[in-house]
């Protein structure tokens, strides 16, 4: 298991990896910003849409809303969604 994402790295980059969010190693409620990026790679041990939703339904219990989904051009084994909160 990988150490907790430090919340100024997540505050500097506007993302936060979907497996630290499924595995519970980040708290974003003193996250400042309206907009997140979820980040899902290849170091989920499953697919990588799933792994987004679930943390994307991790995100909607504290009022976070799915905008988009998209695989990045410059990455085949990545995926992103953003967020919004209300």
């Not at 500097?12 to 400042?32: F, H, K, M, S, W």
């Not at 799933?50 to 989904?69: H, K, P, Y």
Request: charged share 15%; with cysteine; proline share 8%.
């Amino acid at each position: 298991m990988s150490p907790f994402p430090p919340p100024q790295q997540i505050v500097q980059t506007r993302e936060v990896d979907a497996l630290a969010l499924i595995n519970g190693q980040c708290d974003l409620r003193a996250y400042p910003f309206r907009h997140l990026a979820v980040v899902a790679g290849s170091n989920l041990s499953m697919p990588r849409t799933t792994g987004i939703l679930i943390a994307v339904e991790i995100l909607s219990q504290w009022g976070w809303e799915l905008v988009s989904v998209t695989k990045p051009f410059e990455s085949v084994d990545k995926l992103v969604a953003f967020l919004r909160r209300h």
